[in-house]
């Protein structure tokens, strides 16, 4: 959506519906992207290793590495609808004034 239309330039209702489908996104990207990493990460570092009694240096280095990438994409998704949720806030604000 935002690439035919800047955030600016959309209205309350396009704003409202854009910051629900990226929400969404981030949800969903955290319950199979980053929780599936964060578990891979973690049973490699366990004492207790399920797949191998000593996993290999080179796997704990992957399974961290998309951990971090994981991480960042959510990272920059959450920015996204922060940005998105303030111009909300300003649209209903100028709104609000406009009323009065």
Same mark, same amino acid.
């Given at each position: 959506?935002?690439?035919? *239309? $800047?955030? %600016? +330039? ?5 704003? #409202? ?6 929400? =969404?996104?981030?949800? /969903? ?16 570092? *366990? $004492?207790? %290793? +399920? ?5 290999? #240096? ?6 961290? =590495?998309?951990?971090? /990438? ?31």
């Amino acid at each position: 959506m935002t690439g035919d *239309r $800047p955030l %600016r +330039r959309m209205t309350l209702r396009q704003l #409202l519906i854009h910051a629900e489908k990226t929400a =969404r996104d981030i949800i /969903e990207m955290v319950h199979t992207n980053y929780m599936a990493r964060v578990t891979d990460f973690r049973d490699l570092s *366990r $004492p207790v %290793r +399920r797949r191998s009694h000593y996993p290999k #240096l080179l796997a704990v280095q992957n399974a961290l =590495r998309k951990l971090t /990438e994981t991480a960042e994409l959510t990272r920059t998704n959450c920015e996204l609808l922060n940005e998105n949720l303030d111009l909300i806030r300003e649209h209903a604000n100028r709104e609000r004034v406009n009323r009065m």
